[in-house]
């Protein structure tokens, strides 16, 4: 009788008891909800404070010489403009081998493949590749472009090689998700009026995935433009003051640039470093940016 | 040559087709009958060339050897190799003279050589594509002829082609890591680089020189790596990561979201050079003050702080964005539940999602330990050098990124047990990020597949 009583003043809404236990689950509920804010704030506060400093240290050293001039060991005349070509023409040889074969891969992956060993062994590499660090693609490079294929050394070449072999499973997953969103009734449409299945797949079905794998793929290009570790290991370290003229020669590229400036002791060089990075992170906005628009200009909901 | 014989005989077969039309349906269009001709034509005369550059190389090597100047080579085989390669340089006027003066004088036999095995390989590939040309326009096409199946069966296997690359790749990585790793294994016993606990990767070049014993444990760097990429990392990066997650999901207004959660991501694209160079400049000589000023005698200015914080930053968008799919693919049911039952939100995050999207969250830190223990550029330049088998995160310890970069960037011999002692460290990073990769892919698939 007496536990009934107490438990009746328990659970009684307007009672101390129930009061008090509400009042201390409503502050841990505040609690929480500012621990989330707090660390959402605490990473945009370090993102703005990483920003401000580079802008802070290097908005001096921006100025068009610096843009046309290349590395040289005096600080007053060092530019990024050779390592900006290196960057350049890496990317392209990146883009120009990445983008075919991991579109192509994409496409036999989602339409063609039958579920067999050799599909699912396709399957788990690419998705460990694309998690592979990326500092193991360079020893890759090392010992195969180089020690065992004798091509140039420091060349965009080799590290557009090594980029885009770090690149493509990127592309794959992203083709493979794009494909995968055009609807079946568009297949189906097209195999009806007498297409081939080839024709299907590259008169309709890639067109519309199309927007959805560009997007992935400037993604990967961006990571590629800012990838410094693989670079290093096959060599784009060495100091060159002449601009590269084709992708055999030996040339810089500006996320290495920023690392080789960084060790230089002369105090003005920090000024440089952070221009340089100004520089790199210009171009990773302008390509995310363009990432995004093209995902919402061109995003279709079936 | 062949790809014009070829686009010629494309056309032919095309303008055929047309007229072919002209007296009825044809099976494929006519575009497929010039595509499948081009095809046979270009494709054999294509490999004969590719299957004759590496011959090539070798015919010449002999008719060189086998002419005058080539015959007064020394017979040391590395010295001979060394000239021949100046002297095919010379002829490809890629260099104006070699180290070697014998170079200069058997330039021209280089060149004459490669001249005359060259044409042999070009009019061999000619006269295929001129016979496979030949054959296809002799026989005779009728309409039913599936010259589209025949384009499609190429395409087909182009793709197949394409696909294989990935698989080629990882054996790629597997064989050469393995390979050097052997190697390296052959000079340094495995058991003293697995469970050594000193590293100083000093070969001496004469056995009497002071240190000349390298030593090649192992213990320390991956201690260094652990406590970085696995400990600070991840201390600062899951509490920050999943609560970011669980505000936008669970808290924050749509907009908030759909302004906040692209500026987060911001923090994943910037380039990690940037963030080494931002942990160098402006993080590390921050941790030391406050070390010395907590009375830390031995704090450095590489500490294993600092690399380990800006890491962890740059890994949040990772695990916020791990998190916030598996909260997202908990089934709306087990919430509404929750709060229906008077449960505040908090609790029912705490008490409900949580648990319920917990193997989706560990995966998702599984791979972001993988990423972070893989990664190079922060702890190359924020980190130091010293091998330190310490758990004080104020003193300089080494990871295996830095060392595989400080082994591999020097002006040393390929060769070397320093060298290959790089590839060594790269194999165990590669297994270990594998496993790794591997137990999160199967958790987070496992758990997907138990909500569907």
């Known amino acids: 009788?007496?536990?009934?009583?107490?438990?009746?003043?328990?659970?009684?809404?307007?009672?101390?008891?129930?009061?008090?236990?509400?009042?201390?689950?409503?502050?841990?509920?505040?609690?929480?909800?500012?621990?989330?804010?707090?660390?959402?704030?605490?990473?945009?506060?370090?993102?703005?404070?990483?920003?401000?400093?580079?802008?802070?240290?290097?908005?001096?050293?921006?100025?068009?010489?610096?843009?046309?001039?290349?590395?040289?060991?005096?600080?007053?005349?060092?530019?990024?403009?050779?390592?900006?070509?290196?960057?350049?023409?890496?990317?392209?040889?990146?883009?120009?081998?990445?983008?075919?074969?991991?579109?192509?891969?994409?496409?036999?992956?989602?339409?063609?493949?039958?579920?067999?060993?050799?599909?699912?062994?396709?399957?788990?590499?690419?998705?460990?590749?694309?998690?592979?660090?990326?500092?193991?693609?360079?020893?890759?490079?090392?010992?195969?472009?180089?020690?065992?294929?004798?091509?140039?050394?420091?060349?965009?070449?080799?590290?557009?090689?090594?980029?885009?072999?770090?690149?493509?499973?990127?592309?794959?997953?992203?083709?493979?998700?794009?494909?995968?969103?055009?609807?079946?009734?568009?297949?189906?449409?097209?195999?009806?009026?007498?297409?081939?299945?080839?024709?299907?797949?590259?008169?309709?079905?890639?067109?519309?995935?199309?927007?959805?794998?560009?997007?992935?793929?400037?993604?990967?290009?961006?990571?590629?433009?800012?990838?410094?570790?693989?670079?290093?290991?096959?060599?784009?370290?060495?100091?060159?003051?002449?601009?590269?003229?084709?992708?055999?020669?030996?040339?810089?590229?500006?996320?290495?640039?920023?690392?080789?400036?960084?060790?230089?002791?002369?105090?003005?060089?920090?000024?440089?470093?952070?221009?340089?990075?100004?520089?790199?992170?210009?171009?990773?906005?302008?390509?995310?940016?363009?990432?995004?628009?093209?995902?919402?200009r061109f995003e279709q909901r079936w | 040559m062949v790809l014009l014989i070829a686009s010629a005989v494309g056309g032919i077969a095309f303008t055929r087709a047309r007229q072919l039309r002209t007296g009825g349906r044809l099976h494929s269009l006519p575009v497929y009958h010039g595509i499948h001709a081009a095809l046979w034509v270009v494709v054999p005369a294509l490999l004969v060339l590719a299957a004759w550059s590496p011959m090539q190389t070798r015919l010449v090597d002999q008719a060189v050897l086998a002419s005058p100047e080539g015959k007064a080579l020394p017979d040391f085989e590395m010295q001979r190799d060394s000239i021949l390669d100046e002297a095919r340089q010379i002829a490809h006027h890629e260099i104006e003279a070699g180290f070697n003066p014998e170079s200069t004088a058997l330039a021209p036999r280089v060149a004459e050589a490669e001249g005359r095995y060259a044409s042999i390989g070009g009019i061999a590939a000619i006269l295929i594509a001129l016979g496979a040309a030949g054959v296809l326009l002799l026989r005779k096409r009728d309409r039913e002829f599936r010259a589209r199946t025949s384009v499609e069966r190429w395409m087909n296997g182009l793709l197949?082609?394409?696909?294989?690359?990935?698989?080629?790749?990882?054996?790629?990585?597997?064989?050469?890591?393995?390979?050097?790793?052997?190697?390296?294994?052959?000079?340094?016993?495995?058991?003293?680089?697995?469970?050594?606990?000193?590293?100083?990767?000093?070969?001496?070049?004469?056995?009497?020189?002071?240190?000349?014993?390298?030593?090649?444990?192992?213990?320390?760097?991956?201690?260094?790596?652990?406590?970085?990429?696995?400990?600070?990392?991840?201390?600062?990066?899951?509490?920050?990561?999943l609560m970011s997650a669980i505000y936008l999901t669970q808290y924050a207004s749509q907009r908030a979201r759909a302004i906040i959660k692209p500026v987060l991501e911001i923090l994943a694209g910037v380039p990690t050079v940037v963030y080494g160079y931002f942990a160098a400049l402006t993080v590390a000589p921050w941790i030391r003050e406050v070390g010395i000023s907590l009375g830390i005698e031995s704090a450095s200015s590489e500490s294993a702080l600092a690399a380990g914080l800006v890491m962890g930053i740059m890994i949040i968008p990772f695990v916020s964005s791990m998190a916030d799919d598996s909260i997202a693919a908990v089934p709306q049911a087990m919430s509404d539940g929750s709060l229906a039952l008077g449960a505040t939100k908090s609790e029912t995050i705490r008490k409900v999602l949580l648990p319920a999207a917990l193997p989706g969250v560990v995966g998702g830190v599984l791979l972001a330990v993988s990423r972070a223990i893989g990664e190079t550029m922060i702890v190359v330049m924020a980190a130091g050098l010293a091998a330190n088998l310490t758990a004080n995160p104020f003193e300089s310890v080494t990871t295996v990124t830095v060392q595989i970069v400080q082994l591999l960037t020097g002006d040393q011999e390929f060769d070397s047990a320093k060298t290959l002692a790089a590839f060594a460290l790269g194999l165990v990073l590669f297994l270990i990020t594998l496993v790794l990769n591997l137990i999160a892919l199967t958790v987070v698939r496992r758990y997907r597949e138990a909500y569907e």
Not at chain 1, 124 to 131: D, F, G, K, P, R
């Open chain 1, 1 to 296: 009788m007496n536990s009934v009583a107490a438990e009746a003043a328990m659970t009684r809404w307007t009672g101390d008891a129930m009061q008090s236990r509400l009042r201390k689950r409503y502050r841990s509920e505040r609690l929480f909800k500012l621990l989330g804010f707090a660390a959402v704030g605490i990473s945009l506060a370090f993102l703005a404070f990483l920003l401000g400093t580079m802008l802070w240290k290097g908005a001096g050293g921006l100025s068009l010489g610096f843009l046309t001039m290349s590395d040289s060991t005096d600080p007053a005349t060092a530019g990024v403009w050779g390592a900006l070509k290196g960057s350049f023409l890496t990317i392209v040889v990146t883009m120009g081998l990445a983008f075919p074969v991991g579109v192509l891969s994409a496409i036999y992956l989602e339409e063609f493949a039958t579920r067999n060993r050799w599909t699912d062994m396709i399957e788990v590499s690419i998705n460990n590749l694309a998690a592979v660090p990326s500092i193991i693609f360079g020893l890759l490079g090392l010992a195969v472009f180089l020690n065992f294929m004798h091509l140039p050394r420091s060349a965009p070449l080799v590290g557009g090689l090594t980029l885009a072999l770090m690149t493509m499973p990127v592309i794959v997953i992203a083709g493979r998700n794009a494909i995968q969103a055009v609807p079946p009734s568009i297949r189906e449409a097209a195999l009806g009026v007498g297409a081939s299945k080839m024709q299907v797949v590259f008169h309709h079905v890639l067109p519309l995935a199309l927007p959805g794998i560009l997007t992935g793929t400037i993604i990967g290009m961006a990571r590629a433009l800012g990838e410094t570790a693989p670079l290093l290991m096959i060599g784009m370290r060495a100091f060159i003051a002449v601009p590269p003229s084709g992708i055999t020669d030996p040339s810089s590229v500006l996320p290495v640039q920023i690392f080789l400036w960084s060790d230089e002791v002369d105090r003005a060089f920090v000024e440089k470093t952070s221009a340089a990075i100004i520089v790199l992170l210009v171009f990773m906005l302008v390509m995310n940016g363009l990432a995004i628009y093209l995902r919402n």
């Open chain 2, 160 to 241: 197949f082609g394409a696909s294989l690359i990935a698989i080629f790749t990882t054996l790629g990585i597997v064989l050469s890591l393995l390979f050097e790793s052997l190697r390296f294994f052959q000079l340094v016993p495995i058991t003293d680089f697995l469970f050594g606990l000193s590293w100083s990767p000093q070969m001496a070049i004469r056995a009497d020189q002071a240190g000349s014993s390298g030593a090649f444990g192992s213990i320390p760097l991956f201690w260094g790596t652990i406590l970085i990429g696995a400990i600070i990392a991840m201390i600062v990066a899951i509490p920050l990561g």
